[in-house]
């Protein structure tokens, strides 16, 4: 490939890298901020719950923005959101900043700087025959910020406190302001013709690809990824941490995640070629719920905690670029922004209620028993889904007339 082209990719996998890293971090705060500010777990909690209603109900319309205008200059408008969602709370640590600031502004930042607009700029840039393969390398590049991040995040909690390592952190994202000129700045090229939809287009989009009963089937599968993960991300590091293990332990196990999260989000976005993408999206549903059943139901131990991580980092991302592949097969790149947007929804949707149900039941029952089924059902439910969605017709019309 050019070299311009490999300039997008690194891009792309640099501001998802500074997003998801810096969102991944977020149960790490769970417990310090409840001893230095007596902040209730149950705060933050409902804040990242509500970061993920944001990001889900903002990613339709900041996919569209792209699509239309160019990802560099969403995506640096994103930095700026980011850091201000975190520097609200690390200079005002009062429960209101924590909602407005991490539950508000960080969800529409993440919604402009992660996976939506840049992986849909890598799927416009690449040639078709790439197009999984690059979306799965960008994917898995971001999971560098997830295994830096996270460890240094801990680390200096540790020593200078939950509050300013939030006012680090804000000044960190804004590197995503320069990264954002390397990735289509410009409005994008035209793909074959067709004229992105655009937000007044959005509605009439949305409705057009939900009828189409294997995009809803795409999507309603989707609920599950983020109902598991959000969980994961948030409550994990306290999960362990109630099991009896030190409080290193719940970084080191996200670390492992962000590592393993590598070769597997290439590896799928790679299989998004050569299989049809709703086929492996089955099995990485199914995988995972059989590694929550294992870890849920046997003796908590260390080296168990580390293995469980590494098995769900190994499948953590690799549902993007595999889900954005089976867009783009269905509906062509012209709006895939917007179109991954639609279906992200419903991922968010799905974190949402992973993470707030999550952070109620601890408050409530202060542990996390009664999740881990519930868990596993919805897994294995999203992994029926996915294997009775019908393959692409060859002459299928595409939304709006637009082709891959």
């Not at 699509?67 to 980011?82: P, S, T």
Request: glycine share 14%; charged share 5%.
């Amino acid at each position: 490939m050019p070299v311009a082209l490999w300039i997008i990719v690194a891009s792309a996998a640099a501001s998802i890298s500074l997003a998801l890293g810096m969102r991944q971090t977020f149960g790490l705060f769970l417990l310090p901020l409840a001893a230095e500010q007596g902040l209730s777990p149950a705060v933050l909690g409902t804040a990242v719950a509500f970061h993920n209603l944001v990001w889900g109900l903002s990613q339709p319309i900041t996919g569209a923005l792209a699509d239309r205008h160019g990802a560099g200059k969403v995506m640096a408008v994103g930095a700026v959101l980011l850091a201000a969602g975190l520097g609200l709370p690390a200079n005002f640590p009062t429960a209101s900043a924590v909602l407005f600031g991490i539950g508000v502004l960080t969800g529409m930042g993440v919604s402009c700087t992660g996976t939506g607009a840049a992986l849909a700029a890598v799927g416009r840039a690449v040639p078709p025959h790439r197009r999984g393969e690059m979306i799965g390398l960008a994917s898995a590049g971001g999971s560098l910020g997830q295994a830096a991040l996270v460890p240094l995040a801990q680390s200096l909690i540790g020593t200078i406190g939950a509050v300013t390592t939030l006012g680090i952190m804000a000044v960190t994202v804004l590197v995503i302001v320069p990264i954002a000129r390397g990735i289509e700045w410009q409005p994008p090229v035209q793909v074959a013709n067709a004229q992105p939809t655009g937000l007044a287009g959005l509605p009439a989009l949305a409705r057009h690809a939900l009828r189409d009963r294997d995009f809803a089937l795409l999507t309603a599968g989707f609920f599950a990824c983020g109902f598991q993960l959000a969980f994961l991300t948030m409550h994990l590091p306290s999960h362990l941490a109630l099991c009896g293990m030190p409080a290193s332990m719940g970084a080191m196990a996200l670390m492992t995640v962000g590592l393993f999260n590598i070769p597997g989000s290439w590896l799928c976005g790679k299989l998004s070629s050569l299989v049809r993408p709703e086929l492996v999206l089955g099995w990485i549903y199914l995988l995972r719920s059989i590694a929550i059943a294992v870890f849920a139901f046997t003796t908590p131990t260390e080296t168990g905690a580390l293995v469980f991580a590494a098995v769900m980092g190994f499948v953590w991302l690799g549902s993007i670029p595999l889900t954005s592949a089976a867009i783009a097969q269905r509906f062509g790149v012209a709006d895939l922004g917007a179109l991954y947007g639609v279906c992200f929804l419903s991922h968010q949707l799905g974190g949402f209620l992973g993470a707030g149900s999550g952070a109620v039941l601890l408050e409530y029952a202060g542990s996390y028993a009664a999740f881990w089924p519930v868990m596993v059902g919805v897994g294995l439910l999203a992994s029926g889904l996915n294997w009775i969605i019908r393959p692409v017709p060859e002459a299928m019309p595409l939304a709006s007339g637009r082709a891959g």
